[in-house]
């Protein structure tokens, strides 16, 4: 049980984190940024963070790729985040005036798509790096890449705490790192979560806040047509490969025009398909105008990360991963029907 708890503290990091605190004291222009597509746990970093960092310093902007899916569209300050695909020169005017830069969820930049990852790059601000996905290639003055921590909202709470700040955790900081973590964690059931993910969810509950709301919010709450996207996604469009524990669905914009579609409404189809009894790896593409968008989702020893990045400029966690293709949909998902019959699977 000590094991455990000293596997996932942050004790060690102790250090990073106070100059961390450091840095946010001094920083003249603070901007954080996170991925493109932001989930749960990138808003909810991105946010409690600049809730925090407010307690120190003004000058402390968000700055995301693109928007967010209507679910996460009820958040408070979600409106405070400036979005480079909306207004892209004052994006990078406040990237280019920022001496501190912090990189949330998120291992390289081309996560936050080519053109953005590129002035990010190439900024002189400082980097903090604070994230919990597998080989990260950013070099900065500050890395806390965590690969065994189930979300980046878990390292926003260590580094209030672990800087000596948890007087400073109010409700509202709170209710962001409640948000990243319950999405990030599935609702606290994924294998990566802890004793000290619950300790610190104790703690966010200790400030009163609705944990409840938040839950139903994000998990059940639906539109109508989102419903029926996914009950004909499931009665029509499920194709399991043939002796092989694998699930697909494709579907083509004029299929989510059907149902008005609408950013995040197929979150969670590839969990659906990844459910069905003896199905191991699970495999969603979405058809968008710039390309088809992919999600994968394993099971047990059957990994998709390396899946994603040799073949779908993508990457990911071992069950959790994504990526992208310029191909038709057609062809992207005959691509990877081939890659599997070619004996992906055959060396476990
Ligand atoms: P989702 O299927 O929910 O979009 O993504 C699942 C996970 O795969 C994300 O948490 C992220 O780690 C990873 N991922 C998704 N899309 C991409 C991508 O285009 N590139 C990379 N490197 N990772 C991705
Ligand atoms: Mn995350």
Redesign the pocket.
């Known amino acids: 049980m000590y094991k455990l708890l000293n596997e996932h503290n942050m004790l060690g990091r102790k250090e990073d984190f106070k100059t961390v605190l450091g840095l946010i004291k001094t920083a003249k222009n603070i901007v954080i940024t996170s991925?493109?597509?932001p989930?749960g746990?990138s808003l909810g970093s991105s946010l409690a963070l600049l809730k925090f960092i407010q307690k120190f310093n003004a000058n402390v902007l968000v700055c995301h790729p693109d928007q967010a899916s209507v679910s996460f569209h009820w958040l408070k300050d979600i409106n405070s985040i400036h979005l480079f695909k909306d207004n892209r020169e004052e994006v990078i005017k406040f990237v280019q005036e920022s001496d501190l830069l912090f990189c949330l969820d998120?291992?390289?930049f081309?996560?936050l798509g080519e053109e953005f990852g590129g002035f990010v790059q190439n900024s002189g601000s400082k980097k903090i790096l604070i994230d919990h996905?597998q080989n990260p290639t950013i070099s900065a003055e500050v890395s806390i890449s965590e690969t065994a921590i189930a979300s980046t909202s878990e390292l926003i709470f260590e580094l209030i705490e672990q800087s000596g700040q948890l007087d400073l955790l109010d409700q509202e900081i709170a209710r962001y790192i409640y948000l990243g973590i319950m999405t990030?964690t599935g609702s606290f059931r994924f294998p990566s979560v802890s004793s000290r993910t619950h300790e610190i969810a104790a703690k966010l509950l200790e400030t009163g806040l609705p944990h409840a709301v938040i839950h139903e919010s994000i998990f059940d709450t639906n539109t109508l047509d989102r419903i029926k996207l996914k009950s004909y996604a499931i009665v029509e469009k499920l194709e399991i490969l043939q002796d092989l524990p694998i699930g697909l669905i494709y579907l083509e914009v004029k299929e989510l025009n059907q149902f008005n579609y609408q950013k995040g409404d197929t979150?969670g189809l590839?969990n659906t398909i990844l459910s069905i009894e003896n199905i191991m790896v699970a495999a969603?593409f979405i058809e968008t105008d710039e390309g088809v968008?992919?999600?994968?989702?394993s099971k047990g020893s059957y990994f998709v990360?390396e899946l994603?990045?040799v073949n779908?400029?993508?990457?990911?966690?071992k069950h959790?991963?994504?990526?992208?293709s310029a191909e038709s949909i057609f062809l992207t998902k005959e691509r990877f029907k081939a890659i599997i019959l070619s004996g992906f699977y055959n060396s476990l």
């Open positions: 991925h493109k597509s989930d746990d998120y291992n390289s081309d996560r996905h990030d979150e590839v969603l968008k992919i999600s994968f989702r990360n994603a990045s779908f400029n993508g990457g990911g966690h959790a991963a994504g990526g992208f």
